[in-house]
Structure formats: structure tokens, C-alpha cells
């Protein structure tokens, strides 16, 4: 009986501990605002026990969560999280416009195949659209916004 009641007292120490390492902790720093033209880039780390913490940004534009459509870059998902982000000075001629790289994922014959796509972003004055331009290939294009699960 005494061996009985000391294990379920341990237990009921360790269920706790185990709750809270196994959950999906999320810090995130802002790194770059821009009031003037209403873009703000975070960096989050995305603590997952066991697996491991996950560093991206994540880009806004006017308080809304930046998403580019999946069809545009052949890309199996809608593009939310970037390796790398950042914007320009307010001094800077170029200052309405952020610049981002993503990992691109496309379906190819054999399994898929991974690049990493520069692009800059330039708010188009059409509510919800921006303006890509591929660093490599400095094609323009106009795209609509994808809006998050949830909202609209």
C-alpha cells in the first residue's frame, strides 16, 4: 500500500514535466518595421520537443501574415515561412520594398526537387495584391494574396 500511494505521488509529479516538455513553445523578435509603408518581419523559433527547435520568418504586411500562392512558384504549399528576410533603410529609394528567400519545392520526374527563390516585395496599391520580382530572373509579376485559414 505504501509502495502504491508513493508511486502515484511520483506520478503525479512527473505527468506535469511530460505535459510541458511536449509542447509547441513559440518565441518571435521583430527584426525589421517599417511604419511608413506598414511591413514588419519577425524571426520565430518554434521549440518542438523531441524534435528539436525550427528557425523561419514570417513577413507582415499591414498586421496581416504575408502568403504567397503555391501555384505561382509550382510549389506543392502556399509560401508563409522565409529562411531569410529583410528590409531596407526608411532613407533608402527602395524602402517600400522587403526582400525574402524561401525554399521552393517542385514536383519533378524522379521525386522533387528543392531551390531557394530571392524575391523582392512591393505592395501593389490594389487592396491584398504585392508585386514579385524574381532576383534571378528580375521577372515582375502581381499576385493576390492568400489569406490565413481562418480570417476572410
Known amino acids: 500500500m505504501n509502495l502504491r500511494r508513493m508511486c502515484s505521488g511520483f506520478a503525479a509529479?512527473?505527468?506535469p514535466l511530460l505535459v510541458a516538455c511536449n509542447g509547441h513553445k513559440v518565441e518571435r523578435v521583430v527584426v525589421y518595421e517599417n511604419n511608413v509603408h506598414h511591413w514588419r518581419i519577425e524571426h520565430v523559433v518554434a521549440q518542438n520537443w523531441p524534435v528539436g527547435p525550427r528557425q523561419y520568418y514570417e513577413v507582415f504586411l499591414n498586421d496581416r501574415l504575408l502568403i504567397l500562392p503555391a501555384n505561382v512558384?509550382?510549389?506543392?504549399?502556399?509560401?508563409?515561412?522565409f529562411v531569410a528576410a529583410g528590409g531596407f533603410d526608411i532613407s533608402n529609394?527602395?524602402?517600400d520594398t522587403i526582400i525574402v528567400a524561401f525554399e521552393n519545392v517542385q514536383k519533378r520526374e524522379g521525386g522533387n526537387e528543392h531551390f531557394i527563390r530571392t524575391l523582392m516585395i512591393t505592395p501593389e496599391y490594389k487592396e491584398g495584391q504585392v508585386i514579385l520580382t524574381d532576383m534571378a530572373t528580375h521577372m515582375q509579376i502581381v499576385v493576390q494574396r492568400v489569406e490565413p485559414a481562418g480570417e476572410g
Request: no cysteine; charged share 45%; glycine share 0%.
Open 93 to 95: 529609394w527602395r524602402n
Open 73 to 81: 512558384f509550382n510549389d506543392e504549399r502556399d509560401i508563409r515561412e
Open 13 to 15: 509529479l512527473l505527468l
